[in-house]
Each structure stands twice: as C-alpha cells, then as structure tokens.
C-alpha cells in the first residue's frame, strides 16, 4: 500500500493510511512533525499564542512503525504516570494528556534542545562527523561542558532509583541539549519500569551502543547493576570513543576513566552496586582529577 499523505498547517508527512488529526487544531497550529519514530507515536511542535508545546500522539500507523496502533497506545498511557512520578528538574514537563477519538495525546512544555541522536536529518556516519549534527556539535564543547550535562543525567537517574524504578530504553536519543542555555534534558522516560523488573523479551527496546547484557537476557533482573552500565555507556558515549572503550579514546583524564570503565563491566558483580555508589565514585573522581 503507498504511503498517505497528511498536510497539516506548515507540515506534510506520511503515514501507512489515512487518520484524522482534527482533535490538534485546538491546541494550535501545526509549525514541525516528528514521524520518523519506530515506537509508534508521531509528535508536533504547536504554537499558540506565542507558546510552543511538544504533543507527542499515539494511534496513528506512523511511516517508520512496524507494530499495531492499539499497542502503541497502551505504552504512552502507561507512560503517563511516569512523568508526575518522576518528575524532576532534568525532565522534560508532561501538562496534559487525554484521550482523543482514536488515539491518545500526551503534551509537554517545549524545549528549546536538539536531539543528540538525530537519526533523521544526519544518520551515521553524519551524526558524528558533519558540522551541523546536534551530537558531533556537542562532542566539540568542552570537556567541563559535557561533565555538567553528565551530572545532569546521572542526577536523573539516581533520582529514578530512589523512586524505585529502571530505565529502560535510554540511550542518546532520550537526550536533548540546548546549545545556547548549555542545558540538558531528558525527554523519553516512556519504557521505564517499577522495580523489580524482569526481562520477558530477550532483547529489550533500546540502543545496543547502550544497553548492559542483561538486557539480551531473557529471565534476567533488570536492576541498578543494568543502568550502572547505562551510565558508564553513555559516559562513553559523550566523553569517549562510544563502543570503542578504550583509555586513548577517553577525553576527561584516568580517574573518571576508570570509574566508567568499571561501570561498563561485564560481569554484574564487578560494576558498582547501585547509581548512587556510581554516582559517588564518579564525583569523588572529579574532584581528584
């Protein structure tokens, strides 16, 4: 079946049939669309009155989206909660979210970032060597730069663990930088899970760059042991040589090398215990280095 394509104010896009998005003109006109996403939902950029909100949709057969809408659906409203749940300052801010007359909506504040994982506008290898892609831009900052936004995830995330819950599905996708306020987000917690958390699936959702081997491992309790190795990934992934975990490849000096080396371990009884024993061996090595 051709693609079918929706116009709605300043954008056009494509889906697998026909849907009808009548239920957005309340919340104003249409400025850019993000369809390219394999998780099901299609999301806007809505100007109203001078405001921008980001309204992320689920229920229409998006371009990129190989599963059923009705799935697609019960996975954003069981996000839901999470965002009131975990709230947090490094969060982006979830301010409505309803039921339309055959999907589901969930609104946020906009934020003024850009996608670390820019998968459509600069794919790999473009996404680490062209000068316009938001990741390759941000490998330029300084050292200290990337620290700070480090901090801010990790921040995040031993917050998460004090709540009881696993991230599931983070990698540098979930990650949004505004390059002039030097400010970091996180914008998808959707797949994250109360503890404890058992892998039903073998390979859970997520980036392969980031995920802990557990997370290939059907019967394997996701835990703070897994987002151990999330942090150590994703510390790679912004201060190092990515799945090359190499000390040459590393930019922030032995000490805070050795603590993400350490995170990213194999073996589960070799990596720190908990984010927040991470999260300490990571400051204290900060201060030393």
């Known amino acids: 079946m051709p693609p079918y394509t929706i116009t709605l104010d300043e954008v056009v896009f494509q889906l697998q049939e026909h849907h009808d998005f009548k239920w957005i003109r309340e919340l104003g006109r249409v400025i850019r669309v993000f369809d390219r996403q394999d998780s099901g939902n299609i999301s806007f950029a809505v100007r109203k009155d001078g405001e921008t909100l980001f309204v992320k949709y689920a229920g229409a057969r998006g371009i990129a989206y190989t599963g059923e809408p009705h799935t697609a659906i019960r996975n954003l409203k069981s996000a839901v909660p999470l965002y009131d749940e975990l709230s947090h300052p490094a969060l982006v801010q979830m301010v409505d979210h309803y039921e339309t007359g055959a999907g589901y909506v969930a609104v946020f504040s906009w934020f003024e970032g850009e996608s670390l994982h820019p998968h459509d506008t600069f794919p790999p290898p473009a996404k680490y ?64 899970r109360k503890k404890p958390f058992i892998n039903t699936m073998g390979r859970l959702w997520g980036s392969s760059r980031f995920m802990s081997p557990e997370e290939f491992t059907s019967g394997a309790e996701i835990d703070g042991r897994s987002n151990v190795f999330v942090m150590g990934a994703t510390a790679f992934a912004l201060l190092g040589g990515e799945r090359d975990r190499s000390l040459s490849k590393w930019e922030a000096g032995r000490e805070l090398y050795e603590v993400a080396a350490r995170a990213v371990r194999p073996e589960r009884s070799e990596r720190y215990g908990s984010i927040s024993e991470f999260k300490a061996a990571w400051d204290e090595a900060q201060k030393r280095s």
């Open 129 to 192: 060597t062209h000068p316009e892609s938001p990741f390759f831009q941000f490998r330029q900052l300084s050292v200290q730069d990337r620290l700070a936004s480090l901090d801010t995830i990790f921040s995040f995330h031993e917050h998460v663990e004090q709540k009881g819950y696993v991230a599931v599905d983070f990698y540098d996708g979930s990650l949004m930088y505004d390059f002039a306020r030097k400010e970091m987000k996180i914008c998808d917690i959707d797949l994250y």
